[in-house]
């Protein structure tokens, strides 16, 4: 499941990058100075979509001489990077896109999906959501940020997350897919947990226990409810 969701990353890498150049300094660069870093950021562009990456690395770190503040430079360099399967250094150039501009959020987006990646689904969240407070209508990112919910073990927040997913895209059939996934695992972790239960009660009534009634009932119907007296005193009750 999660592969999969690796694989048709690349019809995402350019979704998210600026089209256009913000600078991070506080005044503006002089308009020579401005030119070469455009003329530099423009072939970099063009020779990225080209899949020419060696220019567009050589372009972008060009502009980078000139501007080493440009954050949508450090992030573009990044997804180069990316697209070359060369992870370790798209890390560190989104990271240094977000110390200059916290709220890009491409670059929050893109080091989320690595953090996915390396298996580290709870590093990944926090940078998913930001991308999410920037660009909350992109299903997308409330995709991937339902991937890291999974290697994170939080199958619940995964399936409402999902459901996000589909408020947007009601239609599409991968994310239809990934939510009736999410909701067999889902499933499959409520049935041994059950079976825990059942164990944990056949433990208890061999050594002389006893169950109250409110778990009795419950017991007979299948499904367990929290009891406040749950492991306490002569009454087991399953949680």
């Not at 006893?210 to 406040?228: K, Y």
Request: hydrophobic share 45%; glycine share 6%; proline share 4%.
């Amino acid at each position: 499941m999660i592969a999969f969701r690796f694989r048709i990353l690349v019809l995402l890498l350019v979704l998210l990058t600026a089209p256009t150049l913000k600078s991070g300094q506080t005044g503006p660069a002089p308009t020579g100075k401005d030119a070469a870093i455009e003329s530099h950021f423009a072939v970099a562009q063009r020779a990225q979509h080209a899949k020419d990456y060696a220019t567009a690395e050589r372009e972008y770190h060009a502009a980078l001489a000139l501007a080493p503040d440009f954050a949508e430079v450090h992030m573009n360099l990044g997804l180069v990077y990316q697209l070359q399967d060369r992870s370790a250094e798209a890390m560190t150039e989104f990271r240094r896109a977000l110390k200059i501009k916290p709220a890009l959020a491409g670059a929050n987006f893109f080091l989320g999906v690595d953090y996915c990646k390396l298996g580290e689904g709870a590093r990944a969240i926090p940078y998913l959501k930001a991308a999410l407070q920037i660009e909350p209508n992109r299903p997308d990112i409330w995709l991937w940020l339902a991937t890291a919910l999974e290697i994170s073990g939080e199958l619940q927040a995964e399936v409402v997350t999902l459901h996000r997913a589909l408020e947007l895209q009601p239609k599409e059939v991968d994310l239809l897919y990934f939510l009736g996934s999410a909701y067999e695992r889902l499933g499959k972790q409520e049935v041994a947990h059950l079976a825990k239960i059942a164990r944990l009660c056949a433990q208890r009534t061999a050594t002389g226990g006893e169950l109250c009634f409110e778990h009795r009932v419950a017991f007979r119907g299948d499904s367990f409810s929290e009891c406040p007296g749950c492991f306490s005193g002569r009454c087991w009750i399953a949680c």
